[in-house]
């Protein structure tokens, strides 16, 4: 048997003095879509930070395809096919499209074959490869984030909070993409604000509170009360904001 993309194993981290996460766990297959849920502060983002490699974890293991990866640098791991889209978007929006695109092939596949890919998956953008980035919606520029991260053909896609601020019609269409990346082989880390939406595409529900876990399974097994009583607050979406844990990462801004 392969081993799993990734996998967290007993990790602590934090900032300065600060520890954010306590003795996490978490393994995700290959090709399989992980979501990530919590209540507002609970330490997603700072997961996502320590499985891309922008945090060292203090105690505990960082493992990629069954290797031991705890301590390699960000540009190492996104190397090796860890791609992170970050909360924001993450694209140069004063570039164009087509420009956007061509900076995500440099030691990768060519221009053409990039824009080929986007176009067929994201056939708005193709509309729009000449426009400004920054001047597109919200939802183009999401797509557009996506594409830039496939371009570089990753192994495994951390993807924080993909629907923040974005219409649900543009919400389940991006999801139906996650679904599709999934398909083709790529893992998926997703924490979403939006736990309904997100749960429509899992394959495995992961619940962080306080920096732990507090469920982990499959998605057909979550319960309802754990979800709106004991994690997302009753009769509410998840995380109706982003994480608090904003501290930077080591080496410059947090995404």
């Not at 194993?9 to 290959?30: K, P, T």
């Not at 570039?95 to 695109?101: A, P």
Request: aromatic share 4%; with cysteine; proline share 5%.
């Amino acid at each position: 048997m392969r081993p799993p993309i990734l996998e967290l194993r007993g990790v602590s981290a934090g900032y300065g003095a600060i520890e954010v996460l306590h003795d996490v766990d978490l393994v995700i297959e290959r090709g399989q879509v992980v979501a990530l849920l919590g209540p507002n502060g609970a330490g997603k983002t700072t997961t996502i930070r320590v499985a891309s490699g922008q945090v060292r974890p203090t105690t505990g293991f960082l493992h990629v395809a069954g290797r031991d990866v705890t301590g390699v640098s960000a540009g190492a791991l996104a190397r090796a096919g860890v791609c992170t889209i970050p909360e924001g978007r993450g694209i140069f929006a004063n570039l164009t499209v087509r420009e956007n695109l061509w900076m995500a092939t440099h030691g990768g596949p060519s221009l053409g074959e990039v824009e080929e890919c986007t176009y067929a998956r994201f056939p708005r953008l193709a509309e729009r490869r000449t426009q400004v980035a920054g001047t597109m919606s919200g939802g183009e520029q999401q797509m557009l984030a996506l594409a830039r991260g496939l371009a570089v053909d990753p192994v495994m896609l951390l993807l924080d909070e993909l629907s923040m601020g974005l219409a649900p019609k543009i919400v389940a269409e991006l999801y139906e993409q996650v679904a599709a990346i999934a398909s083709e082989g790529v893992s998926v880390l997703v924490v979403e604000q939006f736990a309904r939406t997100v749960l429509g595409v899992a394959d495995h529900t992961i619940l962080l509170a306080n920096g732990m876990v507090r469920w982990s399974g499959a998605t057909a097994d979550i319960g309802d009360t754990a979800l709106a009583e004991v994690y997302l607050g009753q009769g509410r979406s998840a995380d109706p904001t982003p994480d608090t844990t904003t501290s930077p990462s080591p080496g410059g801004t947090a995404p």
